[in-house]
């Protein structure tokens, strides 16, 4: 059986935009008017299943929505909600971010009061997650020197072209 998100796209029902990696959607129901879906056109269940890239135009097509929401609907806020794991209340399994448009005294119930925890818990939750920052900073770095080969100076891309070719030829001589 089809989830929710692709049976939408399947019967192209509510599809506001769609390209071969992002589709913008209204559902039958939402929290507020005006609350728009995006999710991936490929089925992704979770966040972490999807690829950078496409991760990273879904959050550029929320800002864009975002700020069509405060244009168009006149929003004074959005909150753009992502359900990651059913824990986290996510009911479609097909990874999604919710914009939703607010307004002051629109009674939405989605503050919640932040409670207090045991320090231990605090610490060792910050000591953990500090240490898996610390690799993320890595990665960041990494993806930079990266960019620099993808996007380097004309006379660079040139001299890659050329290493590569050169590199080709050494491996086509190989026996
Ligand atoms: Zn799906």
């Known amino acids: 059986m089809k989830c929710d998100y692709c049976d939408l796209l399947e019967r192209n029902d509510g599809i506001l935009y769609q390209d071969s990696e992002v589709v913008i959607a209204v559902k039958e129901t939402a929290l507020t008017p005006g609350q728009i879906t995006i999710f991936t056109k490929e089925h992704f269940t979770i966040l972490e299943m999807i690829p950078d890239e496409i991760l990273a135009k879904c ?56 409670q207090q925890l045991m320090d231990e818990e605090m610490d060792t939750a910050y000591l953990t ?14 993806q930079e020197k990266k960019q620099v080969v993808i996007k380097p100076e004309k006379g660079k891309i040139e001299a890659e072209e050329g290493k590569e070719n050169y590199l080709l030829k050494s491996l086509k001589r190989m026996p």
């Open 59 to 114: 959050a550029t097509v929320a800002n864009k929505v975002g700020i069509a929401v405060f244009e168009s609907l006149g929003a004074q806020g959005t909150n753009v909600i992502i359900q990651n794991g059913i824990p986290a209340g996510q009911k479609i399994p097909h990874g999604a971010l919710e914009i939703i448009p607010r307004r002051e005294k629109d009674n939405l119930p989605l503050q919640w009061k932040p």
């Open 129 to 142: 997650i500090k240490q898996e920052a610390d690799k993320l900073v890595d990665i960041g770095k990494r």
